[in-house]
């Protein structure tokens, strides 16, 4: 489900997870929503993992029935990696040929998860200072095409994103994206990153990929948030990414 040229951004999800992973339906049930949704450029993008067992990720054995799955439909080939504390991202050079899009997520530092874990951070600073350093250091892998959910944080420290993620914190990794030729995504379900992100984004003519994230049928399309981001921020057609595959 792929269109050559410019689509409307309204028509892009380049984020979406099914059952190979943690989504609650199958592929063909989300390219057939996707379509009812009148979507035009989509990518499957679940969970992969080939470095350490991870729940609900695509290992190594299953990469090939995945890819092979999602050659049935016309979609955009993708997985979402896991960006580790190290800044190493849990995909080999070798596979990303067989992809059109490589994610990467960062999803836990100091094993808190950024989810559904109330431990405690006594040192805010010191934490958010360890995301900036592990997407730059995966940013440098040369795997990545497009960075997820870029500043999101854990729940218990949510609510203070907008003081601890600085200007100086959002250049420093904005620069990197632009350094690499990463794409900064749009996160649908989290809304993130703010207006501020954006601002430094189009300001550094570095792209955004517009992704709802989805894990749920009703999640699938639901970009709104970026729609409304790109319409408010003026956001040039040019800054928006679409894979090389497309073209």
């Given at each position: 489900?792929?269109?050559?040229?410019?689509?409307?951004?309204?028509?892009?999800?380049?984020?979406?997870?099914?059952?190979?992973?943690?989504?609650?339906?199958?592929?063909?049930?989300?390219?057939?929503?996707?379509?009812?949704?009148?979507?035009?450029?989509?990518?499957?993008?679940?969970?992969?993992?080939?470095?350490?067992?991870?729940?609900?990720?695509?290992?190594?054995?299953?990469?090939?029935?995945?890819?092979?799955?999602?050659?049935?439909?016309?979609?955009?080939?993708?997985?979402?990696?896991?960006?580790?504390?190290?800044?190493?991202?849990?995909?080999?050079?070798?596979?990303?040929?067989?992809?059109?899009?490589?994610?990467?997520?960062?999803?836990?530092?100091?094993?808190?998860?950024?989810?559904?874990?109330?431990?405690?951070?006594?040192?805010?600073?010191?934490?958010?200072?360890?995301?900036?350093?592990?997407?730059?250091?995966?940013?440098?892998?040369e795997i990545l095409d497009v960075i997820a959910h870029?500043?999101?944080?854990?729940?218990?420290?949510?609510?203070?994103?907008?003081?601890?993620?600085?200007?100086?914190?959002?250049?420093?990794?904005?620069?990197?994206?632009?350094?690499?030729?990463?794409?900064?995504?749009?996160?649908?379900?989290?809304?993130?990153?703010?207006?501020?992100?954006?601002?430094?984004?189009?300001?550094?003519?570095?792209?955004?990929?517009?992704?709802?994230?989805?894990?749920?049928?009703?999640?699938?399309?639901?970009?709104?948030?970026?729609?409304?981001?790109?319409?408010?921020?003026?956001?040039?057609?040019?800054?928006?990414?679409?894979?090389?595959?497309?073209?």
């Open positions: 489900m792929s269109s050559r040229g410019s689509p409307l951004v309204e028509k892009i999800d380049l984020h979406i997870h099914t059952s190979f992973s943690d989504g609650n339906y199958s592929v063909e049930e989300a390219v057939k929503i996707a379509e009812i949704k009148g979507l035009k450029v989509l990518a499957i993008t679940d969970h992969y993992s080939e470095l350490q067992y991870r729940p609900n990720r695509i290992t190594r054995s299953q990469f090939s029935r995945y890819v092979q799955t999602l050659n049935s439909y016309n979609v955009l080939k993708g997985v979402e990696v896991e960006i580790l504390q190290d800044g190493t991202v849990s995909i080999s050079k070798k596979k990303v040929d067989e992809l059109d899009i490589i994610i990467g997520g960062l999803h836990s530092i100091n094993n808190i998860k950024f989810w559904g874990d109330s431990s405690p951070i006594w040192d805010t600073k010191r934490f958010v200072e360890k995301v900036r350093v592990a997407l730059i250091k995966a940013m440098e892998s870029v500043s999101w944080l854990p729940e218990i420290i949510r609510k203070e994103t907008h003081r601890v993620i600085t200007n100086d914190w959002i250049k420093s990794v904005v620069d990197a994206c632009y350094d690499w030729g990463v794409a900064v995504e749009l996160n649908c379900a989290w809304k993130v990153p703010d207006e501020r992100f954006v601002e430094y984004c189009v300001k550094k003519e570095v792209k955004l990929s517009i992704g709802s994230d989805a894990h749920q049928r009703s999640m699938i399309g639901k970009t709104d948030y970026a729609i409304n981001i790109i319409k408010r921020m003026k956001v040039p057609k040019d800054l928006i990414f679409l894979p090389t595959s497309l073209f």
